[in-house]
């Protein structure tokens, strides 16, 4: 029994490696051999509310068609970012919930749909699409992402070393900002020329019609029927975005000024932030309105927007921020807060956690007269455009084709 089950996996793996040898040669389609096209595995865990998955939303649904062909691998979760996915793109839900398990049915996957490249994003995804793709003898690259500032520990940077040899397998390591790629080369011990930075990809045309065609809910817009001023930001309620420092700056602002603070998102500290608010008596003028499906009809009644974040990678809600025309005030979030706003030309900046700078640079932006306020409107306008999603697509389409 022992030496068929040897011989098994003898044939198995010498099939595998004859597989590899073909790939390139052999097409799913008429098509994908008359045109060439590539063909990429994107893989993530869930479609969810995060920024990754909005990421690999607007590279799919931009990438050319002519040349490359999109597959979208998941775990067995449904996630919002599902129902605005292209639909003549191929979606396949591996049949499993745990990551880790998803190993040797993402290889399948990769080897039945003859892949030239495998795309993945976040360092745990990362870790299990090398992974798979070593076992789907298929022949196919490797291209991660990574989109967040990590590390600062020892034990930290000890894992993300580790990532760092699994990275090494790979063709290419995107990095979302200049600050990332030198946290990769520093912490992750990947070589330079091996790092490419490429921005987030923002879906300006989608927003421009969530906001001219979407509407804000019955029950929320008796919030902005008022003559106060509205301050509004957008994230996750969780230490890093630190809504706190906002909170208490928009305390000050208000003592100043008639205002309210709407925060979207969805969090575990959202009931120590509503008890904050309940302390510095400000309870009836701050809203928690949770995630929102279409926030930029929101950004956009707003007079400004806020980030109060430790640290970002990028910053993708300061873009989309002013893609809707709103002026921003955010903090020195390293590294990609100032990337975004070029160090404050784009929007007023501070020092994080500075709870006095937060509010006076809020204030400010709600008291700039019209000829202020309209320039600051047209220069985020024009700053929001340089990341459009179809300007930064083509960028991946070009490692795509330099890495295959």
Same mark, same amino acid.
């Given at each position: 029994?022992?030496?068929?089950?040897?011989?098994?996996?003898?044939?198995?793996?010498?099939? !595998? @490696?004859?597989?590899?040898? +073909? $790939? %390139?040669?052999?097409? =799913?389609?008429?098509?994908?051999?008359?045109?060439?096209?590539? #063909?990429?595995?994107?893989?993530?865990?869930?479609?969810?509310?995060?920024?990754?998955?909005?990421?690999?939303?607007?590279?799919?649904?931009?990438?050319?068609?002519?040349?490359?062909?999109?597959?979208?691998?998941?775990?067995?979760?449904?996630?919002?970012?599902?129902?605005?996915?292209?639909?003549?793109?191929?979606?396949?839900?591996?049949?499993?919930?745990?990551?880790?398990?998803?190993?040797?049915?993402?290889?399948?996957?990769?080897?039945?749909?003859?892949?030239?490249?495998?795309?993945?994003?976040?360092?745990?995804?990362?870790?299990?699409?090398?992974?798979?793709?070593?076992?789907?003898?298929?022949?196919?690259?490797?291209?991660?992402?990574?989109?967040?500032?990590?590390?600062?520990?020892?034990?930290?940077?000890?894992?993300?070393?580790?990532? !760092? @040899?699994?990275?090494?397998? +790979? $063709? %290419?390591?995107?990095? =979302?900002?200049?600050?990332?790629?030198?946290?990769?080369?520093? #912490?992750?011990?990947?070589?330079?020329?091996?790092?490419?930075?490429?921005?987030?990809?923002?879906?300006?045309?989608?927003?421009?019609?969530?906001?001219?065609?979407?509407?804000?809910?019955?029950?929320?817009?008796?919030?902005?029927?008022?003559?106060?001023?509205?301050?509004?930001?957008?994230?996750?309620?969780?230490?890093?975005?630190?809504?706190?420092?906002?909170?208490?700056?928009?305390?000050?602002?208000?003592?100043?000024?008639?205002?309210?603070?709407?925060?979207?998102?969805?969090?575990?500290?959202?009931?120590?932030?509503?008890?904050?608010?309940?302390?510095?008596?400000?309870?009836?003028?701050?809203?928690?309105?949770?995630?929102?499906?279409?926030?930029?009809?929101?950004?956009?009644?707003?007079?400004?927007?806020?980030?109060?974040?430790?640290?970002?990678?990028?910053?993708?809600?300061?873009?989309?921020?002013?893609?809707?025309?709103?002026?921003?005030?955010?903090?020195?979030?390293?590294?990609?807060?100032?990337?975004?706003?070029?160090?404050?030309?784009?929007?007023?900046?501070?020092?994080?956690?500075?709870?006095?700078?937060?509010?006076?640079?809020?204030?400010?932006?709600?008291?700039?007269?019209?000829?202020?306020?309209?320039?600051?409107?047209?220069?985020?306008?024009?700053?929001?455009?340089?990341?459009?999603?179809?300007?930064?697509?083509?960028?991946?389409?070009?490692?795509?084709?330099?890495?295959?």
């Amino acid at each position: 029994m022992k030496h068929a089950y040897l011989h098994k996996t003898i044939n198995t793996f010498a099939k !595998g @490696l004859a597989n590899a040898k +073909s $790939s %390139k040669m052999n097409c =799913l389609t008429k098509d994908d051999c008359i045109l060439e096209k590539k #063909r990429i595995i994107f893989f993530i865990y869930q479609m969810g509310a995060g920024g990754a998955a909005r990421t690999l939303l607007n590279i799919l649904n931009n990438i050319d068609r002519t040349k490359f062909n999109p597959v979208l691998v998941t775990l067995d979760y449904d996630g919002n970012y599902e129902q605005y996915l292209d639909p003549e793109i191929k979606f396949i839900k591996l049949k499993t919930k745990r990551l880790r398990s998803a190993i040797f049915p993402l290889a399948k996957v990769i080897r039945e749909q003859r892949a030239h490249i495998v795309f993945s994003t976040i360092p745990n995804y990362n870790t299990i699409a090398i992974l798979a793709n070593l076992f789907s003898f298929s022949g196919a690259k490797n291209i991660v992402r990574e989109a967040a500032y990590l590390g600062g520990t020892p034990a930290s940077n000890l894992k993300l070393r580790i990532y !760092g @040899l699994l990275y090494k397998l +790979s $063709s %290419k390591v995107i990095a =979302l900002s200049s600050g990332v790629k030198e946290n990769i080369v520093n #912490r992750y011990k990947v070589k330079s020329d091996k790092v490419e930075v490429i921005y987030n990809p923002v879906d300006i045309d989608s927003i421009e019609r969530d906001m001219n065609d979407g509407t804000i809910a019955k029950n929320h817009l008796p919030i902005f029927a008022g003559h106060e001023k509205i301050i509004i930001t957008a994230g996750r309620l969780v230490k890093d975005k630190d809504q706190e420092t906002l909170i208490r700056a928009f305390a000050e602002v208000n003592n100043r000024i008639d205002a309210k603070l709407i925060i979207l998102g969805e969090g575990e500290l959202e009931s120590e932030l509503k008890s904050l608010a309940e302390e510095l008596h400000i309870a009836d003028r701050v809203y928690f309105l949770g995630f929102q499906q279409n926030p930029y009809i929101y950004f956009k009644q707003a007079d400004v927007f806020v980030l109060s974040s430790k640290r970002e990678g990028f910053g993708h809600v300061l873009a989309e921020a002013l893609a809707t025309g709103t002026p921003v005030v955010s903090t020195k979030a390293q590294p990609g807060a100032k990337e975004v706003l070029n160090d404050g030309e784009y929007g007023l900046m501070c020092e994080v956690g500075d709870v006095n700078a937060l509010g006076e640079k809020i204030y400010e932006t709600l008291t700039w007269n019209e000829e202020q306020l309209n320039h600051a409107i047209q220069k985020g306008l024009e700053r929001a455009g340089t990341f459009h999603a179809k300007k930064i697509v083509k960028k991946y389409e070009k490692v795509f084709q330099q890495n295959y």
